[in-house]
């Protein structure tokens, strides 16, 4: 039987037909299971899309919330936009469930699959580089005998397809359709172009599924610039706990070594095939690359990311170098400008490196307090940034205030049973609310575990005390487990005196790309794998293979970061209190994703560990131990012994 929307059936009857005990999927899915919290979730998410109001659901694991608003998404007659958090559930979405979905639908159903450029091949370069001398060194040559081989075989031109090519593969990042050196209509590839294919799928759907970071990126210039994604009625955020940070990121302003580099090899690229280049033009690159490389080296602080804090100062120590470096950029865009043979992209390159003389002065002598300035060194790169401190009032304006219906779901919104912290971060004035308890049985499915007598987690005694429980537990699951940690000095620490200790094969995140240690895992028997945030949610393992998920500590984020540290000012300012209104709670959210990761099904058992005893002693323990499921719960080790001896 098809599902068919009748334009007079009430909204809540339609959920119904569906997610019912004998409803329409009941006669789909030889595996059915009657989900009260699935159904529920329906009615409120099609009630929103039908009234044009806001919708807030923390939906626990096992509720089926993917379908849930899926269905009443395809059923509206409105274009919604459905973002994620990670590009594996977008993948999900899109390759598993909607194609499920298209089997008993009574029409086609119209999804499309947006990404970022970098993400997609362009033609254009790629045909280029088969004529032209880009590529260097054998690895490059192999990467692109791949590239050529896939090429004409794609419909898509996504990098995901191409499992072979190596993340760190320098031959993408010379071909990807990344925007600075895009012609768009004037393109000769501009027919046969991915991007051009994404956006024209996109305009003619009635589903448009993104990731987090391309929405906010979208919003960040809609008011400026032309449209990434196409108009949208709604907007449903999955994985809605990561909202506030990515839109943080695409609300600021940031500047890096590694921009400064991108523009000068661009130009170098447009002003070589143009063949426009002079000996002043080549003069301006180099002076670009020099000053980039003096000004950045003058930047204070350590490795990693450290407040800007005295930027007056430094404006007036460095101003020679601050104002060699606008120059520097100005004299590029006067010698493109003077070019006799204009290429398309040279009006492109003239913007950014304008773009990137505002931004200079917005980071260096901008005087808007409601940023919060820092600066990161990671790798080879120096990055200079400025974050917004409070994005809800920008998140107001431009999304709640503007889409009539916005729903953000998650396993993980609600701090105490309440909606009330992700209100006040992201600006929410009005919105429905609805917490659905997980599908599963906590209580007899999952054990957690507290060890009573480790010393805090911020005493030196720590590391070597944690490596020695961990081994102990990991004996007692065979292994079978993640340990995951709040810091890659921590996990490296405990990694290396556990992996001796255990006759157990082990990984170590950033020995490998994250999906290939995930595909090893899985495929090894008693595997255990020592991992850090990244790996704290999105991720999916069922089945015996996890057994045990550890964590080190409370996931408190770190008071010294400079965003967290604005942030915690900021609430002290107003007469606060951020240890109970701001980091709580988030530590509380992220411990529940942690958690998360274990029960995926209704057959999985398994033992959760916190190696963090404040919990148990301090007052706000409590608060955290409010907020997660019901878990089975002892600070017995032979219990833990026992339930896996099961």
């Known amino acids: 039987m098809a599902f068919q929307v009748p334009s007079t059936e009430a909204p809540a009857s339609r959920a119904r037909q569906f997610f019912g005990p004998r409803g329409l999927l009941s006669d789909w899915h030889s595996d059915f299971e009657f989900r009260p919290g699935q159904l529920k979730m329906a009615e409120e998410v099609e ?75 362009c033609r254009q370069k790629f045909y280029d580089a088969e004529n032209k001398p880009l590529l260097t060194g054998l690895v490059e040559i192999e990467d692109f005998a791949l590239l050529r081989e896939w090429e004409p075989a794609t419909k898509t031109g996504d990098r995901a397809e191409l499992r072979k090519l190596p993340e760190s593969s320098t031959v993408w990042g010379k071909l990807d359709a990344r925007r600075e050196l895009c012609t768009g209509q004037k393109c000769l590839q501009f027919e046969r172009c991915f991007i051009t294919a994404m956006h024209q799928r996109a305009a003619e759907s009635d589903i448009v599924i993104v990731n987090h970071h391309l929405f906010f990126a979208d919003l960040a210039i809609r008011d400026e610039f032309a449209a990434i994604i196409p108009e949208y009625a709604a907007v449903v955020f999955d994985e809605a706990h990561e909202i506030e940070e990515v839109a943080g990121q695409h609300f600021g302003i940031a500047v890096s070594t590694y921009k400064f580099e991108e523009l000068a090899r661009d130009v170098e690229a447009v002003s070589r095939a143009g063949e426009f280049g002079s000996k002043d033009l080549h003069r301006a690159v180099h002076a670009v690359r020099e000053h980039a490389r003096a000004f950045f080296e003058l930047l204070p602080g350590p490795d990693g990311r450290s407040a800007f804090r005295d930027r007056e100062r430094f404006f007036e120590t460095h101003l020679k170098e601050f104002q060699a470096l606008k120059d520097s950029l100005e004299r590029i865009g006067a010698q493109l400008n003077l070019s006799k043979k204009k290429s398309e992209l040279v009006s492109p390159l003239v913007r950014r490196a304008g773009e990137l003389r505002a931004a200079l002065d917005f980071l260096i002598v901008g005087e808007d307090r409601t940023y919060v300035y820092w600066i990161e060194r990671r790798g080879r790169g120096i990055f200079l940034q400025a974050t917004p401190i409070d994005v809800s009032v920008k998140l107001t304006e431009t999304l709640f205030d503007k889409i009539d219906t916005v729903i953000l779901a998650s396993a993980t919104l609600a701090v105490q049973g309440s909606f009330d912290f992700i209100r006040k971060r992201l600006g929410i004035k009005s919105a429905r609310e609805l917490l659905v308890p997980g599908h599963f049985d906590f209580r007899k499915q999952a054990l957690l575990y507290i060890p009573p007598s480790l010393p805090d987690p911020r005493a030196p005694g720590f590391v070597q005390a944690a490596a020695s429980e961990v081994t102990r537990i990991l004996r007692h699951s065979r292994g079978r487990a993640f340990v995951l940690f709040t810091s890659f000095q921590q996990m490296r620490q405990i990694h290396d005196l556990v992996s001796f200790a255990i006759e157990y094969p082990t990984l170590l995140q950033g020995t490998a790309p994250k999906n290939a240690l995930l595909d090893e895992f899985r495929a090894t028997p008693n595997c255990v794998l020592f991992a850090t945030s990244s790996f704290w949610q999105g991720v999916d393992v069922p089945g015996e293979q996890l057994s045990c998920v550890i964590i080190d500590r409370l996931p408190f984020a770190v008071p010294s970061d400079p965003v967290v540290e604005a942030r915690i000012r900021n609430i002290r300012e107003d007469e606060g209190n951020p240890f109970y209104e701001y980091q709580i709670p988030e530590a509380v959210i992220a411990l529940k994703q942690g958690f998360g990761r274990l029960i995926r099904n209704r057959k999985d058992r398994g033992v959760l560990v916190l190696l963090d005893n404040r919990i148990m002693r301090q007052r706000y323990g409590q608060v955290f131990f409010d907020s997660l499921p019901d878990y089975a719960y002892t600070n017995d080790i032979g219990e833990v012994e026992r339930f896996f001896d099961v």
């Open 47 to 121: 009630a929103a899309l039908a009234e044009k109001r806001h919708l807030l659901v923390e939906a626990g694991t096992g509720t089926g919330k993917t379908l849930a608003y899926l269905v009443p998404a395809l059923a509206s007659g409105r274009r919604v936009v459905v973002s994620t958090g990670t590009k594996n559930l977008q993948e999900q979405l899109y390759y598993k469930d909607i194609p499920f979905l298209e089997k008993h639908f009574d029409r086609p159903l119209r999804v499309a699959y947006m990404k970022g450029r970098n993400n997609f091949l």
